[in-house]
């Protein structure tokens, strides 16, 4: 018990103490300035939040009847409760499908919302293609995207095997968009059965799945293409199974490892906590009352059932990264990719203070993204813990599965914020069914009758579900897809129907970061180069690698501190294109030429080119302009093509459509050298 209101009061902490303002910018870089801005807005809300639900639904508690709402709740506890587990289970997880695809077709305009999945979107065509790599017919760096490697067999993105192969299904039937949702739909549906598994009360878990299939945290990024949808599903179908394998048969503990199998190929570190959290709670008190063959066999088919996704994973690290134990993270980016304390490939230091920084971040967003209430979850789950004497059987289940995920994240540098906490979403279901959990366990403590307890926690949930009800729109509403990202994402149409090869004018900036991947430069290195030199120095280098490594490369600053030296100016060669420039440095004329062509604007290549790959036969190929020399020798590949360049429009116009020779007088060879440049 003891532990309990530790953690309790833990998590009370966590919502309401600002520990992201540990967070030191000079520190921890533009990521933690970011997330600690964010955190900081929700923080605010939530502390205001907090006093105006309390203070309504004292306020309501004393002027309603105590059992007014007895009725209305009565009445909805019995509808959930006629449906047998599986109906309801297919009904839960049917909901939440729908409304996945709702967000990812409507909202999300069937479009990937970050480079994380249109780089996976572009290794799932190659898989659909016939082969583990994308084929670079061609300058490797035409083609070379963020989180992307060059390898023997091919351009590879750095991530594990198992949600690319789900995104080639997807792609294979012509909706990729459909393999989030339908991952919700899973995680719901397993998410029900889990609950009424482990709860006595029917009635409290089919209002748990219930609100898990509304959930806005759950339904938002389960719209999306991210590898984390196909993890929530596995860590959902991970308890299941366990649970079954705990009553039931050591069948389905073989099953459970395929489960875990699958879930380490999607996500590996989360997968390994998450899976071993749920297994110590599930399975370990069972085996201290059952015979010593009742574990045996357990672990044997645990082991059995996960040895072929061990070799899925072993073998694509071995065929693409060079050893069964690296994977495409650490081939990228080297040892600063990995887990623990240490400086990230950003420069940026994560140390113990910054861990607690991100995670009580982390916690805060995650207390008002998960029902969209003004009342933080995660503060009702606290104050349940440090304040009930016994929780309903089962929830240490729940704990495990939305700690493990905590705990998993706290020991790795990287915190995402895109649509909120989205390393923490594998976890969101346990949350969900401990804030009901909360609930009905705060409700039922016994108080004065004067103080009216009881209707209080009852206001005080309404109140936090309706006020979500009217957030929620806001919330979709800041992540609906723009016009402008729209277009960003539109191929081009060539003015025929005949093979055409497109090149897309990007930032100088990618060029040169493309060119050293390519080269063979690890991408941290990168990073800092980019980061810490004048772009013009890092050009030449690249140009030295490229040129056979004869003569003296130019000197450049790669010690990793985080941002940019103090002496380095930002210039802006056209809106959103910004380049560091050494004061009084001289540019060269290729330099020149370089952020000349870069003076109307660029088009990032990362959202076309996963729709339109490099293969032969196809109609429409993408490529990155590179400048007339090295688009030439990627022409001499593709012989027999009309060549066009891909080019921002003119002021706020669309993008333009030029052919190539046309397009390479504009960008490359026409102007006076010494115009507008640095």
Request: hydrophobic content about 50%.
């Amino acid at each position: 018990m003891r532990a309990r209101r530790v953690l309790g009061a833990t998590l009370l902490c966590a919502t309401y103490l600002p520990f992201h303002l540990l967070l030191d910018p000079r520190s921890t870089g533009l990521a933690g300035r970011v997330t600690r801005a964010v955190a900081s807005g929700e923080w605010s809300s939530g502390v205001w939040g907090t006093v105006i639900v309390l203070a309504v639904a004292v306020l309501l508690a004393r002027v309603i009847p105590e059992h007014a709402t007895d009725p209305a709740v009565e009445g909805a506890g019995s509808l959930l409760e006629r449906p047998s587990s599986h109906a309801f289970a297919l009904l839960t997880g049917g909901v939440a499908f729908a409304l996945a695809a709702l967000v990812g077709r409507v909202l999300l305009g069937g479009l990937p919302s970050s480079v994380d999945e249109m780089v996976q979107l572009l290794n799932a065509r190659a898989i659909l293609h016939g082969s583990t790599a994308l084929p670079l017919p061609g300058p490797a760096a035409a083609w070379m995207v963020q989180n992307s490697i060059p390898t023997p067999s091919g351009l590879v993105s750095i991530y594990p095997p198992m949600h690319t192969l789900l995104l080639a299904a997807g792609l294979a039937v012509g909706a990729s968009w459909i393999v989030g949702p339908l991952a919700t739909g899973v995680t719901v549906a397993a998410t029900s059965l889990v609950f009424d598994r482990l709860f006595e009360e029917r009635r409290m878990a089919r209002f748990a799945a219930a609100l898990t299939a509304v959930s806005p945290f759950v339904i938002f990024l389960g719209g999306t293409h991210l590898s984390h949808t196909t993890a929530a599903a596995l860590a959902a179908l991970t308890a299941w199974a366990a649970l079954r394998a705990r009553d039931g048969r050591a069948g389905w503990a073989a099953a459970t490892g395929a489960i875990v199998g699958a879930f380490v190929c999607t996500r590996p570190w989360t997968g390994m906590v998450i899976a071993a959290a749920m297994l110590a709670v599930l399975w370990l008190p069972e085996a201290r009352r059952r015979p010593a063959r009742w574990a045996f066999s357990r672990a044997v088919a645990l082991g059995a059932g996960g040895l072929p996704f061990a070799g899925l994973l072993f073998w694509w690290n071995r065929h693409l990264f060079g050893s069964v134990l690296r994977l495409g993270y650490l081939a990228a980016f080297g040892p600063l990719h990995g887990l623990g304390f240490h400086t990230d490939p950003w420069g940026n230091v994560y140390g113990p203070v910054a861990a607690v920084g991100y995670t009580g971040a982390d916690l805060v967003q995650l207390g008002t993204h998960l029902l969209e209430s003004p009342l933080p979850a995660l503060a009702v789950i606290g104050f349940a813990l440090l304040l009930v004497r016994r929780m309903p059987s089962g929830t240490g289940l729940l704990l495990a599965w939305a700690l493990g995920a905590v705990g998993a994240n706290a020991v790795y540098w990287h915190h995402g914020i895109h649509m909120g906490p989205r390393l923490l979403y594998e976890s969101a279901p346990a949350w969900v069914g401990l804030w009901v959990v909360s609930v009905v366990t705060l409700a039922r403590m016994s108080f004065r009758p004067a103080f009216r307890w009881r209707p209080t926690v009852t206001w005080t949930a309404t109140l936090s579900l309706l006020a979500g009800v009217l957030l929620t729109p806001g919330r979709a509403g800041s992540y609906q897809v723009t016009d402008a990202e729209r277009v960003a994402a539109r191929l081009p149409t060539p003015p025929d129907t005949a093979p055409a090869l497109v090149f897309v004018h990007g930032s100088w900036p990618s060029r040169v970061s493309a060119s050293l991947v390519a080269s063979g430069m690890r991408r941290d290195s990168v990073e800092t180069a980019l980061r810490r030199n004048d772009l013009c120095s890092v050009d030449r280098y690249a140009r030295w690698r490229d040129g056979g490594r004869t003569g003296t490369p130019p000197r450049l600053d790669l010690e990793p501190p985080p941002g940019s030296p103090a002496r380095l100016e930002q210039r802006a060669l056209s809106p959103g294109d910004v380049i560091l420039v050494a004061p009084g440095a001289v540019f060269g004329p290729r330099c020149r030429q370089e952020a000349r062509s870069d003076r109307e604007g660029t088009i990032e290549l990362e959202p076309l080119l996963w729709q339109a790959p490099p293969f032969r036969g196809a109609n429409l190929v993408i490529a990155r302009d590179l400048g007339p020399a090295e688009d030439a020798a990627v022409r001499s590949r593709w012989p027999g093509r009309g060549a066009y360049v891909y080019v921002a429009g003119v002021g706020d116009g669309p993008p333009r459509l030029l052919p190539w020779a046309q397009a390479m007088h504009e960008l490359w060879e026409s102007g006076d050298e010494a115009e507008r440049l640095p």
